[in-house]
T-cell receptor, first 110, second 113 residues
Framework: GQQVMQIPQYQHVQEGEDFTTYCNSSTTLSNIQWYKQRPGGHPVFLIQLVKSGEVKKQKRLTFQFGEAKKNSSLHITATQTTDVGTYFCADGAGSYQLTFGKGTKLSVIP | DGGITQSPKYLFRKEGQNVTLSCEQNLNHDAMYWYRQDPGQGLRLIYYSQIVNDFQKGDIAEGYSVSREKKESFPLTVTSAQKNPTAFYLC????????????FGPGTRLTVL
């Protein structure tokens, strides 16, 4: 199936610094979903992007969908310790199915 | 409270034994999924079911089996044929229709000794 590549695999930031994770595909994505998994927890849905060039914001989180619908990004402004976890993007190309990226694990140093 | 339950949270089995992981949802969702998560590997789809009495293999179905006799329940059996069964198993569900978010259960961490 279609693969989504997510980078970086790990990111360590000082509290207050910004953080960005990227999701890339060689083919056009129909839609992108983003999930967050806290350490020891389960993935929780954050947002879905459907339209080319779409930008959505949730407080300090900004999600973008590329113009060509082949990439997406999640940017966190001024990270806090509560942002710690692994962030996954997922391609919803298949009906009912999601193809997940391998995730970016974010560590925040207080 | 609506949600997905998985039990137990931790499970230990001896090598060569089959083990069944439970997944129950009261969200009235049509589709249910089983994922396996290993460190650094993200989520890999084992099986999914779009409707009662029907299910399809995912990317890593070998050594696993499922059933979907009721809309609320989607148990996963890890058989002795699964070569490396120790992992974190996540169950999820979603409502009918495209572009719908998946709701995940708390997961079962299986350790085969």
């Amino acid at each position: 199936g279609q693969q989504v590549m997510q980078i970086p695999q790990y990111q360590h930031v000082q509290e207050g610094e910004d953080f960005t994770t990227y999701c890339n595909s060689s083919t056009t994505l129909s839609n992108i979903q983003w999930y967050k998994q806290r350490p020891g927890g389960h993935p929780v849905f954050l947002i879905q992007l459907v339209k080319s060039g779409e930008v959505k914001k949730q407080k300090r989180l900004t999600f973008q969908f590329g113009e060509a619908k082949k990439n997406s990004s999640l940017h966190i402004t001024a990270t806090q310790t509560t942002d710690v976890g692994t962030y996954f993007c997922a391609d919803g190309a298949g009906s009912y199915q999601l193809t997940f990226g391998k995730g970016t694990k974010l560590s925040v140093i207080p | 409270d609506g949600g997905i339950t998985q039990s137990p949270k931790y499970l230990f089995r001896k090598e060569g034994q089959n083990v069944t992981l439970s997944c129950e949802q009261n969200l009235n969702h049509d589709a249910m999924y089983w994922y396996r998560q290993d460190p650094g590997q993200g989520l890999r789809l084992i099986y999914y079911s779009q409707i009662v009495n029907d299910f399809q293999k995912g990317d890593i179905a070998e050594g696993y089996s499922v059933s979907r006799e009721k809309k609320e329940s989607f148990p996963l059996t890890v058989t002795s044929a699964q070569k490396n069964p120790t992992a974190f198993y996540l169950c999820a569900s979603t409502a009918r229709g495209t572009y719908n978010e998946q709701f995940f259960g708390p997961g079962t961490r299986l350790t085969v000794l």
